[in-house]
């Protein structure tokens, strides 16, 4: 394998191997190269600190961690050659008008269960418990005033002493197959069938839906900002790379300018 070289700087072999374990891919060819192109790409931004003679202060990352110098020298050199304007309120506003689905609070459902704890592993057991719960709901179609009994028998679910009752839940919040049966039941209504997850088979009941409301422009705009300035910051770094990228000499990789990966 031919030497990688960024000018008159060769980008050694245990560097990307080391810098591989933040490039998962499906294969090791492809880590090494994404490994390889970061690393042209630190170099690209290092060689340019350099030239600059950028001499930054070291700070703490959002993690408290202090930054390691050449982290730093990039971090400052794109302080000072990319600078991105703040978008115009009329922007920002435009943004919030065409995405208005982005800025609602979470549905929330308040619902109760009733939770016969099987792994699927256990075929026999989920059987078995995929039974029970049939016949919890066959008795519960008659006699739906009974479910905070039956909860308070047979739930497997800490939530059994409250009768089943699980409180608020948003989206996102349970399994996807409890979340489907959640979205599709009427406010009151008993789910017809057994809903079955790994952690078991539920009877469920959604008791009341709850749903989201628009948040206001002015609680929404300072977030809007932030990632339209993040969005133009970053199409403005990729470019600055292509720029160091096309005057300087890269040996030993394919390094495709218009698909340059961005400093994080």
């Not at 990307?16 to 790409?41: F, K, N, W």
């Amino acid at each position: 394998m031919d030497a990688i070289r960024v000018n008159d700087v060769e980008i050694l072999g245990s560097a990307i191997a080391a810098e591989m374990q933040h490039h998962p891919t499906s294969t090791g060819d492809e880590a090494y190269d994404e490994a390889a192109r970061a690393l042209v790409v630190q170099e690209l931004l290092l060689a340019r600190a350099r030239v600059l003679a950028i001499e930054p202060e070291i700070r703490r990352d959002q993690s408290g961690r202090l930054e390691t110098v050449d982290d730093a020298m990039i971090r400052a050199l794109l302080e000072v050659e990319v600078v991105v304007p703040k978008a115009e309120d009329t922007e920002v506003r435009r943004y919030y008008e065409n995405n208005l689905a982005r800025f609602r609070s979470p549905d929330l459902f308040e619902a109760a269960h009733i939770l016969l704890s099987a792994s699927f592993e256990n075929g026999e057991k989920y059987a078995e418990a995929s039974r029970l719960a049939e016949q919890l709901i066959s008795i519960l179609s008659e006699r739906p005033m009974a479910f905070d009994d039956l909860a308070r028998e047979y739930s497997d679910c800490s939530s059994s002493s409250e009768g089943g009752r699980i409180g608020q839940i948003a989206r996102g919040e349970t399994t996807p197959e409890f979340e489907t049966f959640l979205l599709n039941l009427d406010e009151g209504q008993l789910c017809p069938v057994p809903v079955k997850t790994f952690y078991g088979v539920h009877v469920l009941r959604l008791d009341r839906r709850i749903p989201g409301r628009q948040l206001p422009f002015e609680t929404v705009q300072e977030r809007i900002e932030d990632y339209l300035h993040e969005t133009v910051w970053q199409r403005a770094v990729a470019q600055y790379i292509r720029m160091l990228a096309g005057v300087a000499a890269i040996e030993g990789i394919a390094f495709d300018q218009a698909s340059t990966p961005l400093v994080q």
